[in-house]
Protein backbone atom coordinates (compact mmCIF):
# COMPACT_ATOMS: atom_id res chain seq x y z
CA UNK A 1 0.00 0.00 0.00
CA UNK A 2 1.56 3.44 -1.21
CA UNK A 3 -0.02 6.88 -0.78
CA UNK A 4 0.00 9.47 -3.55
CA UNK A 5 2.07 12.67 -3.62
CA UNK A 6 -0.65 14.93 -4.59
CA UNK A 7 -4.53 16.79 -4.14
CA UNK A 8 -6.41 14.28 -4.86
CA UNK A 9 -4.41 11.23 -4.78
CA UNK A 10 -2.86 11.25 -1.45
CA UNK A 11 -4.25 8.19 0.51
CA UNK A 12 -6.83 5.25 -0.18
CA UNK A 13 -8.85 6.39 2.65
CA UNK A 14 -11.08 9.53 2.63
CA UNK A 15 -10.82 12.72 5.09
CA UNK A 16 -15.01 14.71 5.31
CA UNK A 17 -14.18 17.46 7.32
CA UNK A 18 -17.25 19.59 8.37
CA UNK A 19 -17.09 23.37 7.98
CA UNK A 20 -18.28 26.04 10.22
CA UNK A 21 -17.43 29.27 11.84
CA UNK A 22 -13.90 28.31 11.99
CA UNK A 23 -13.59 27.93 7.95
CA UNK A 24 -15.87 29.91 6.25
CA UNK A 25 -14.48 31.48 3.48
CA UNK A 26 -13.15 30.08 0.10
CA UNK A 27 -8.93 30.34 1.72
CA UNK A 28 -9.88 28.16 4.53
CA UNK A 29 -11.85 26.03 2.63
CA UNK A 30 -8.73 25.67 0.25
CA UNK A 31 -5.78 25.20 2.84
CA UNK A 32 -8.47 22.07 4.12
CA UNK A 33 -8.46 20.55 0.33
CA UNK A 34 -4.75 20.96 0.34
CA UNK A 35 -4.38 19.65 3.49
CA UNK A 36 -5.85 16.58 2.28
CA UNK A 37 -9.74 16.67 2.37
CA UNK A 38 -11.61 14.69 0.20
CA UNK A 39 -15.39 15.82 1.46
CA UNK A 40 -17.11 18.84 2.97
CA UNK A 41 -19.33 18.16 5.04
CA UNK A 42 -22.41 20.74 5.56
CA UNK A 43 -24.04 20.32 8.78
CA UNK A 44 -27.86 21.64 8.87
CA UNK A 45 -28.35 21.21 12.18
CA UNK A 46 -26.52 24.59 12.07
CA UNK A 47 -25.98 27.36 9.76
CA UNK A 48 -28.40 29.27 7.53
CA UNK A 49 -29.12 28.19 3.56
CA UNK A 50 -27.19 31.44 2.15
CA UNK A 51 -24.12 30.45 4.46
CA UNK A 52 -24.32 26.92 2.99
CA UNK A 53 -25.09 28.08 -0.50
CA UNK A 54 -21.98 30.56 -0.68
CA UNK A 55 -19.60 26.94 0.66
CA UNK A 56 -21.12 25.04 -2.09
CA UNK A 57 -19.93 27.35 -4.56
CA UNK A 58 -16.77 28.12 -3.10
CA UNK A 59 -15.93 24.17 -3.51
CA UNK A 60 -17.06 24.01 -6.54
CA UNK A 61 -14.80 26.60 -7.56
CA UNK A 62 -12.12 24.95 -6.28
CA UNK A 63 -13.05 21.65 -7.80
CA UNK A 64 -12.16 23.39 -10.89
CA UNK A 65 -9.02 25.46 -9.68
CA UNK A 66 -7.13 22.53 -8.07
CA UNK A 67 -8.56 19.94 -10.74
CA UNK A 68 -9.93 17.69 -7.86
CA UNK A 69 -13.23 16.37 -7.39
CA UNK A 70 -14.11 17.69 -4.08
CA UNK A 71 -17.58 15.99 -2.68
CA UNK A 72 -20.02 17.41 -0.78
CA UNK A 73 -22.74 16.12 2.43
CA UNK A 74 -25.39 18.03 3.45
CA UNK A 75 -25.99 16.23 6.71
CA UNK A 76 -29.84 16.80 7.85
CA UNK A 77 -30.48 17.67 11.22
CA UNK A 78 -33.27 15.21 11.90
CA UNK A 79 -35.56 15.48 14.90
CA UNK A 80 -34.09 16.89 17.83
CA UNK A 81 -35.65 16.12 21.16
CA UNK A 82 -35.21 18.69 24.17
CA UNK A 83 -36.31 19.59 27.18
CA UNK A 84 -38.08 23.01 28.00
CA UNK A 85 -36.74 26.21 29.47
CA UNK A 86 -35.64 26.58 33.33
CA UNK A 87 -36.61 30.18 35.26
CA UNK A 88 -33.08 30.54 35.75
CA UNK A 89 -31.74 28.82 32.56
CA UNK A 90 -31.01 26.20 34.52
CA UNK A 91 -31.34 23.60 37.45
CA UNK A 92 -29.88 21.05 39.63
CA UNK A 93 -30.99 17.97 39.95
CA UNK A 94 -29.57 15.89 43.00
CA UNK A 95 -29.62 11.94 42.84
CA UNK A 96 -32.54 10.25 44.49
CA UNK A 97 -34.69 13.49 44.00
CA UNK A 98 -37.99 13.34 42.45
CA UNK A 99 -38.69 14.97 39.02
CA UNK A 100 -41.66 15.87 36.27
CA UNK A 101 -41.43 15.83 32.84
CA UNK A 102 -44.64 17.13 31.02
CA UNK A 103 -46.01 18.84 28.22
CA UNK A 104 -47.10 22.30 30.38
CA UNK A 105 -45.07 25.30 28.33
CA UNK A 106 -44.41 27.54 32.06
CA UNK A 107 -40.51 27.65 32.85
CA UNK A 108 -39.02 24.58 34.51
CA UNK A 109 -37.41 24.72 38.54
CA UNK A 110 -36.12 22.06 40.36
CA UNK A 111 -39.06 19.85 40.18
CA UNK A 112 -40.10 19.76 36.68
CA UNK A 113 -39.54 21.33 33.33
CA UNK A 114 -41.47 20.82 29.85
CA UNK A 115 -40.89 18.01 27.53
CA UNK A 116 -42.82 18.86 24.54
CA UNK A 117 -42.43 15.62 23.20
CA UNK A 118 -45.80 13.59 22.72
CA UNK A 119 -44.04 10.92 20.89
CA UNK A 120 -41.63 10.09 23.64
CA UNK A 121 -45.01 9.70 25.93
CA UNK A 122 -46.59 7.52 23.41
CA UNK A 123 -44.02 4.74 24.29
CA UNK A 124 -43.33 5.47 28.25
CA UNK A 125 -43.33 2.63 30.08
CA UNK A 126 -42.56 2.15 33.86
CA UNK A 127 -38.72 1.47 34.91
CA UNK A 128 -37.52 3.21 31.34
CA UNK A 129 -34.77 5.14 31.14
CA UNK A 130 -34.59 8.45 29.72
CA UNK A 131 -31.16 10.31 29.57
CA UNK A 132 -30.59 13.84 29.38
CA UNK A 133 -27.43 15.91 28.09
CA UNK A 134 -25.82 13.25 26.49
CA UNK A 135 -26.16 10.74 28.97
CA UNK A 136 -25.24 13.04 31.37
CA UNK A 137 -27.68 12.60 33.63
CA UNK A 138 -29.78 9.73 34.18
CA UNK A 139 -34.00 9.27 34.85
CA UNK A 140 -35.97 6.29 35.86
CA UNK A 141 -39.40 6.60 34.95
CA UNK A 142 -41.97 5.62 38.10
CA UNK A 143 -45.08 6.82 36.47
CA UNK A 144 -46.13 8.33 33.41
CA UNK A 145 -49.58 9.58 31.65
CA UNK A 146 -50.24 11.01 28.38
CA UNK A 147 -48.79 14.13 29.27
CA UNK A 148 -46.72 13.91 32.28
CA UNK A 149 -43.93 10.95 33.70
CA UNK A 150 -42.51 11.00 36.93
CA UNK A 151 -38.82 9.97 37.48
CA UNK A 152 -36.51 9.37 39.75
CA UNK A 153 -33.15 11.03 39.66
CA UNK A 154 -30.24 7.95 39.11
CA UNK A 155 -27.39 10.32 38.01
CA UNK A 156 -27.95 13.91 38.87
CA UNK A 157 -26.37 17.09 37.29
CA UNK A 158 -26.87 20.72 35.70
CA UNK A 159 -29.94 20.75 33.59
CA UNK A 160 -29.87 23.83 31.19
CA UNK A 161 -32.57 25.22 28.94
CA UNK A 162 -33.29 23.14 25.75
CA UNK A 163 -30.82 20.30 26.98
CA UNK A 164 -31.27 17.28 24.49
CA UNK A 165 -32.91 14.25 25.80
CA UNK A 166 -32.43 10.67 24.25
CA UNK A 167 -34.83 7.42 24.91
CA UNK A 168 -32.50 4.07 24.69
CA UNK A 169 -34.25 0.73 24.03
CA UNK A 170 -37.06 2.29 21.83
CA UNK A 171 -38.27 2.87 18.67
CA UNK A 172 -40.33 6.66 17.94
CA UNK A 173 -43.36 7.25 16.47
CA UNK A 174 -41.55 9.86 14.74
CA UNK A 175 -39.84 10.04 10.63
CA UNK A 176 -36.12 10.75 10.71
CA UNK A 177 -37.06 13.84 8.43
CA UNK A 178 -39.10 16.71 10.29
CA UNK A 179 -40.32 20.07 8.88
CA UNK A 180 -37.40 21.46 8.89
CA UNK A 181 -35.36 18.66 7.14
CA UNK A 182 -37.64 18.29 3.96
CA UNK A 183 -37.60 22.49 3.78
CA UNK A 184 -33.12 22.22 4.03
CA UNK A 185 -33.24 18.97 1.93
CA UNK A 186 -34.89 20.75 -1.14
CA UNK A 187 -32.65 23.33 -0.93
CA UNK A 188 -29.53 21.04 -0.61
CA UNK A 189 -30.91 19.35 -3.57
CA UNK A 190 -31.14 22.64 -5.34
CA UNK A 191 -27.24 23.33 -4.22
CA UNK A 192 -26.91 20.17 -6.20
CA UNK A 193 -24.92 18.16 -3.49
CA UNK A 194 -23.56 14.69 -3.69
CA UNK A 195 -24.54 12.83 -0.88
CA UNK A 196 -27.72 13.39 2.12
CA UNK A 197 -26.79 12.66 5.25
CA UNK A 198 -29.69 10.77 6.72
CA UNK A 199 -30.15 11.53 10.69
CA UNK A 200 -32.24 9.63 13.41
CA UNK A 201 -32.62 6.46 10.94
CA UNK A 202 -34.58 3.84 13.34
CA UNK A 203 -35.32 1.05 10.99
CA UNK A 204 -35.40 0.56 6.81
CA UNK A 205 -38.49 2.59 6.48
CA UNK A 206 -36.85 5.69 7.11
CA UNK A 207 -34.78 5.31 4.26
CA UNK A 208 -37.30 4.35 1.85
CA UNK A 209 -39.29 7.49 2.42
CA UNK A 210 -36.28 9.41 2.08
CA UNK A 211 -35.63 7.88 -1.59
CA UNK A 212 -38.58 8.63 -2.24
CA UNK A 213 -38.11 12.61 -2.08
CA UNK A 214 -34.87 12.25 -3.18
CA UNK A 215 -34.74 10.02 -6.05
CA UNK A 216 -31.73 9.98 -7.89
CA UNK A 217 -30.74 13.90 -7.45
CA UNK A 218 -27.88 12.40 -4.51
CA UNK A 219 -26.65 9.17 -2.66
CA UNK A 220 -28.17 8.90 0.75
CA UNK A 221 -25.45 7.90 3.93
CA UNK A 222 -27.42 6.80 6.55
CA UNK A 223 -26.32 7.75 10.15
CA UNK A 224 -26.40 4.76 12.40
CA UNK A 225 -26.81 6.25 15.64
CA UNK A 226 -29.54 4.76 17.05
CA UNK A 227 -30.03 1.15 18.83
CA UNK A 228 -32.59 0.40 16.53
CA UNK A 229 -31.29 0.49 13.79
CA UNK A 230 -28.24 -1.80 14.49
CA UNK A 231 -31.69 -4.63 15.06
CA UNK A 232 -32.42 -3.70 11.35
CA UNK A 233 -28.53 -2.83 10.03
CA UNK A 234 -28.28 -5.18 7.37
CA UNK A 235 -31.83 -3.67 5.57
CA UNK A 236 -30.17 -0.41 6.33
CA UNK A 237 -26.87 -0.85 4.48
CA UNK A 238 -28.97 -2.55 1.47
CA UNK A 239 -31.41 0.65 1.19
CA UNK A 240 -28.42 3.27 1.60
CA UNK A 241 -25.72 3.96 -0.79
CA UNK A 242 -23.13 4.86 2.38
CA UNK A 243 -23.29 4.66 5.82
CA UNK A 244 -21.74 6.73 8.68
CA UNK A 245 -20.87 5.34 12.04
CA UNK A 246 -22.24 8.30 14.11
CA UNK A 247 -20.78 7.30 17.31
CA UNK A 248 -21.89 10.14 19.24
CA UNK A 249 -25.44 9.26 20.37
CA UNK A 250 -24.89 5.88 19.36
CA UNK A 251 -22.29 6.20 22.41
CA UNK A 252 -25.22 7.93 24.29
CA UNK A 253 -27.61 5.42 23.81
CA UNK A 254 -25.47 2.18 24.09
CA UNK A 255 -23.63 0.86 26.88
CA UNK A 256 -20.29 2.70 26.17
CA UNK A 257 -18.32 -0.60 25.93
CA UNK A 258 -20.49 -1.68 23.08
CA UNK A 259 -19.25 0.91 20.82
CA UNK A 260 -15.62 0.01 20.10
CA UNK A 261 -17.79 -3.53 18.98
CA UNK A 262 -20.57 -1.73 16.92
CA UNK A 263 -18.02 0.05 14.79
CA UNK A 264 -16.20 -3.27 13.54
CA UNK A 265 -19.50 -4.65 13.14
CA UNK A 266 -20.72 -1.66 10.58
CA UNK A 267 -17.96 -1.21 9.13
CA UNK A 268 -17.05 -5.23 8.45
CA UNK A 269 -21.04 -5.20 6.65
CA UNK A 270 -20.84 -2.34 4.52
CA UNK A 271 -17.59 -3.88 3.01
CA UNK A 272 -19.18 -6.99 2.60
CA UNK A 273 -21.81 -5.16 0.93
CA UNK A 274 -19.50 -3.11 -0.87
CA UNK A 275 -20.92 0.34 0.27
CA UNK A 276 -18.96 3.14 1.48
CA UNK A 277 -18.42 3.61 5.08
CA UNK A 278 -17.46 6.40 7.36
CA UNK A 279 -16.20 6.51 10.74
CA UNK A 280 -17.25 9.67 12.94
CA UNK A 281 -17.33 11.78 15.80
CA UNK A 282 -14.67 12.31 18.33
CA UNK A 283 -11.95 11.55 16.16
CA UNK A 284 -9.73 14.69 16.86
CA UNK A 285 -11.46 16.07 19.49
CA UNK A 286 -8.86 17.79 21.57
CA UNK A 287 -7.82 19.37 18.60
CA UNK A 288 -10.69 21.52 19.23
CA UNK A 289 -8.60 23.61 21.72
CA UNK A 290 -5.03 21.90 20.93
CA UNK A 291 -2.93 21.98 18.39
CA UNK A 292 -1.67 18.13 19.21
CA UNK A 293 -4.51 15.42 19.50
CA UNK A 294 -3.93 12.67 21.95
CA UNK A 295 -1.91 9.81 21.57
CA UNK A 296 -5.37 7.79 21.98
CA UNK A 297 -7.29 10.05 19.58
CA UNK A 298 -4.40 8.93 16.74
CA UNK A 299 -4.82 5.66 17.46
CA UNK A 300 -8.25 5.73 17.13
CA UNK A 301 -8.53 6.97 13.43
CA UNK A 302 -5.65 4.51 12.98
CA UNK A 303 -8.19 1.83 14.31
CA UNK A 304 -10.68 2.92 11.56
CA UNK A 305 -7.94 2.92 8.74
CA UNK A 306 -6.90 -0.40 9.80
CA UNK A 307 -10.07 -1.83 9.69
CA UNK A 308 -11.05 -0.59 6.01
CA UNK A 309 -13.77 2.96 6.51
CA UNK A 310 -13.85 4.53 3.50
CA UNK A 311 -13.55 7.28 5.18
CA UNK A 312 -12.71 8.96 8.68
CA UNK A 313 -14.56 12.78 9.22
CA UNK A 314 -13.48 15.44 11.31
CA UNK A 315 -16.70 17.45 13.15
CA UNK A 316 -15.83 20.18 15.92
CA UNK A 317 -12.09 19.66 15.25
CA UNK A 318 -12.71 21.77 11.78
CA UNK A 319 -16.07 23.84 12.12
CA UNK A 320 -15.42 25.19 15.55
CA UNK A 321 -11.94 24.48 16.63
CA UNK A 322 -9.07 26.81 16.69
CA UNK A 323 -6.44 24.67 14.87
CA UNK A 324 -8.78 23.28 11.79
CA UNK A 325 -6.06 22.92 9.25
CA UNK A 326 -3.66 21.36 11.82
CA UNK A 327 -6.37 18.39 12.62
CA UNK A 328 -6.71 17.63 8.75
CA UNK A 329 -2.69 17.37 8.25
CA UNK A 330 -2.73 15.40 11.59
CA UNK A 331 -5.00 12.61 10.39
CA UNK A 332 -3.57 12.48 6.53
CA UNK A 333 -0.21 11.81 8.15
CA UNK A 334 -2.32 9.02 10.60
CA UNK A 335 -3.64 7.27 7.64
CA UNK A 336 -0.65 7.74 5.74
CA UNK A 337 1.68 6.60 8.23
CA UNK A 338 -1.32 3.37 8.68
CA UNK A 339 -1.53 2.99 4.81
CA UNK A 340 2.47 3.03 4.29
CA UNK A 341 3.39 -0.02 6.46
CA UNK A 342 3.20 -3.34 4.71
CA UNK A 343 1.01 -4.78 7.60
CA UNK A 344 -2.15 -2.74 6.05
CA UNK A 345 -1.72 -4.61 2.98
CA UNK A 346 -1.92 -7.99 4.85
CA UNK A 347 -4.82 -6.71 7.17
CA UNK A 348 -6.71 -6.44 4.07
CA UNK A 349 -5.80 -9.39 2.21
CA UNK A 350 -6.29 -11.39 5.20
CA UNK A 351 -10.26 -9.67 5.98
CA UNK A 352 -10.59 -10.68 2.74
CA UNK A 353 -10.62 -14.13 3.17
CA UNK A 354 -12.37 -14.12 6.14
CA UNK A 355 -15.90 -15.93 5.26
CA UNK A 356 -17.23 -15.23 8.54
CA UNK A 357 -16.86 -11.47 8.02
CA UNK A 358 -16.82 -11.43 4.23
CA UNK A 359 -18.38 -14.69 2.45
CA UNK A 360 -16.43 -16.73 -0.04
CA UNK A 361 -15.51 -15.76 -3.40
CA UNK A 362 -16.85 -19.22 -4.08
CA UNK A 363 -20.17 -18.94 -7.03
CA UNK A 364 -19.21 -15.14 -8.03
CA UNK A 365 -20.96 -13.92 -10.22
CA UNK A 366 -19.64 -12.25 -13.65
CA UNK A 367 -18.83 -8.77 -12.24
CA UNK A 368 -17.94 -9.60 -8.67
CA UNK A 369 -15.07 -12.59 -10.76
CA UNK A 370 -13.74 -9.56 -12.68
CA UNK A 371 -13.42 -7.27 -10.02
CA UNK A 372 -11.69 -9.92 -7.67
CA UNK A 373 -9.64 -10.96 -10.74
CA UNK A 374 -8.04 -7.09 -10.82
CA UNK A 375 -7.26 -7.92 -7.80
CA UNK A 376 -5.22 -10.59 -7.64
CA UNK A 377 -3.31 -9.21 -11.41
CA UNK A 378 -2.51 -6.15 -9.13
CA UNK A 379 -1.43 -8.26 -6.48
CA UNK A 380 1.24 -10.17 -8.88
CA UNK A 381 1.74 -8.21 -12.20
CA UNK A 382 5.12 -6.50 -12.12
CA UNK A 383 4.70 -3.07 -13.41
CA UNK A 384 1.11 -2.98 -12.18
CA UNK A 385 0.91 0.99 -11.60
CA UNK A 386 -3.29 1.10 -11.13
CA UNK A 387 -7.09 -0.46 -11.75
CA UNK A 388 -8.81 1.45 -13.93
CA UNK A 389 -12.66 1.68 -14.27
CA UNK A 390 -15.17 3.18 -16.40
CA UNK A 391 -18.45 3.62 -14.81
CA UNK A 392 -21.34 5.74 -16.26
CA UNK A 393 -22.94 4.92 -12.67
CA UNK A 394 -20.59 4.24 -10.07
CA UNK A 395 -21.08 0.53 -9.58
CA UNK A 396 -17.84 -0.56 -11.50
CA UNK A 397 -15.50 1.31 -9.05
CA UNK A 398 -17.60 0.41 -6.31
CA UNK A 399 -17.05 -2.81 -6.99
CA UNK A 400 -13.41 -2.22 -7.63
CA UNK A 401 -13.14 -0.66 -3.98
CA UNK A 402 -14.70 -3.49 -2.41
CA UNK A 403 -11.65 -5.56 -3.37
CA UNK A 404 -10.03 -3.02 -1.20
CA UNK A 405 -7.14 -3.88 -3.53
CA UNK A 406 -3.14 -2.61 -3.23
CA UNK A 407 -3.28 -0.06 -6.22
CA UNK A 408 -4.79 3.30 -6.43
CA UNK A 409 -8.10 2.97 -8.80
CA UNK A 410 -8.29 5.02 -11.14
CA UNK A 411 -12.35 5.96 -11.99
CA UNK A 412 -13.13 7.55 -15.32
CA UNK A 413 -16.78 8.84 -15.69
CA UNK A 414 -18.47 11.12 -18.17
CA UNK A 415 -20.95 11.83 -15.45
CA UNK A 416 -19.86 15.49 -12.96
CA UNK A 417 -22.73 13.62 -10.56
CA UNK A 418 -21.02 10.17 -10.44
CA UNK A 419 -17.21 11.90 -10.59
CA UNK A 420 -18.66 13.93 -7.31
CA UNK A 421 -19.79 10.81 -5.44
CA UNK A 422 -16.58 9.04 -5.83
CA UNK A 423 -14.41 11.04 -3.93
CA UNK A 424 -16.05 9.81 -0.43
CA UNK A 425 -14.85 5.98 -2.14
CA UNK A 426 -11.94 4.23 -0.42
CA UNK A 427 -8.71 4.53 -3.10
CA UNK A 428 -10.69 6.02 -5.86
CA UNK A 429 -9.08 9.01 -7.70
CA UNK A 430 -11.99 10.00 -10.46
CA UNK A 431 -11.56 11.60 -13.72
CA UNK A 432 -13.82 13.31 -15.92
CA UNK A 433 -14.55 12.75 -19.75
CA UNK A 434 -16.36 15.28 -22.20
CA UNK A 435 -18.86 12.41 -23.55
CA UNK A 436 -19.48 8.67 -22.99
CA UNK A 437 -16.78 6.42 -24.18
CA UNK A 438 -18.01 4.38 -27.35
CA UNK A 439 -15.48 1.86 -27.20
CA UNK A 440 -13.15 -0.59 -24.78
CA UNK A 441 -10.26 0.87 -27.04
CA UNK A 442 -11.38 4.64 -25.88
CA UNK A 443 -11.36 3.26 -22.38
CA UNK A 444 -7.78 2.20 -23.05
CA UNK A 445 -6.42 5.06 -24.38
CA UNK A 446 -8.35 7.47 -21.82
CA UNK A 447 -6.93 5.07 -19.06
CA UNK A 448 -3.29 5.80 -20.11
CA UNK A 449 -3.86 9.56 -21.02
CA UNK A 450 -5.57 10.35 -17.63
CA UNK A 451 -2.91 8.16 -15.05
CA UNK A 452 -0.07 10.14 -16.75
CA UNK A 453 -2.03 13.32 -15.63
CA UNK A 454 -2.62 12.40 -12.60
CA UNK A 455 0.66 11.25 -12.10
CA UNK A 456 0.37 7.60 -10.96
CA UNK A 457 1.37 6.26 -14.10
CA UNK A 458 4.22 6.60 -16.25
CA UNK A 459 5.93 4.81 -19.79
CA UNK A 460 6.35 1.51 -19.24
CA UNK A 461 3.80 1.10 -16.21
CA UNK A 462 0.75 -1.63 -16.98
CA UNK A 463 -3.18 -0.69 -15.83
CA UNK A 464 -5.66 -2.97 -15.31
CA UNK A 465 -8.74 -1.82 -17.11
CA UNK A 466 -12.09 -3.10 -16.02
CA UNK A 467 -15.90 -2.33 -17.55
CA UNK A 468 -18.78 -3.38 -18.81
CA UNK A 469 -19.19 -4.23 -22.68
CA UNK A 470 -21.82 -3.22 -23.84
CA UNK A 471 -21.32 0.85 -22.01
CA UNK A 472 -24.32 2.18 -19.92
CA UNK A 473 -25.70 -1.01 -18.70
CA UNK A 474 -25.50 -0.46 -14.81
CA UNK A 475 -23.84 -3.68 -13.19
CA UNK A 476 -22.42 -4.97 -16.20
CA UNK A 477 -18.64 -5.22 -15.30
CA UNK A 478 -17.63 -8.06 -17.60
CA UNK A 479 -13.86 -7.27 -19.39
CA UNK A 480 -10.54 -7.28 -18.26
CA UNK A 481 -7.46 -6.00 -20.40
CA UNK A 482 -3.93 -5.09 -19.35
CA UNK A 483 -3.08 -2.04 -21.12
CA UNK A 484 0.77 -0.66 -21.27
CA UNK A 485 1.82 3.25 -20.78
CA UNK A 486 3.41 4.34 -23.76
Given amino acids: MICGKKPGVDCFTKIVSTLGPATSDKEQIKALALAGVDVFR ?157 SFVQRPEDVSKAREIIKDRAWIISKIEKPAAIEHLTEIINLSDGIMVARGDLGVEMPIEMVPVLQKKIVYACRRAGKPVVVATQMLESMIKNPTPTRAEASDVATAVFDGADAVMLSGETAVGAYPIAAVQTMNQVIKNVEGIQMYGEIMDLFKGRKDIFGTEDDLKIDEAITASAREVARHLPGAAAIITYTESGSTSLRAAKERPCLPILSITPYISVARRMSLVWGVITRRVAEPLKSFDDVGKTAVKQAKEVGIASSGDKLIVTAGIPFAHQGNTNTLHITVVD
Avoid: C
Wanted: charged letters at 25%; zero cysteines; a negative charge.
Fill in 42 to 198: LNFSHGDIATHQKNVAFIRELSEELGVELGILADMQGPKLRVGQFKNGSAVLNKGAHFRLDMDSSLGDETRVMLPHKEIFAVMHKGMDLLVNDGLIRLKVLDFGEDYADVEVEVGGVISDHKGVNVPGVVLPISSLTAKDLENLEAALQMEVDWIGL
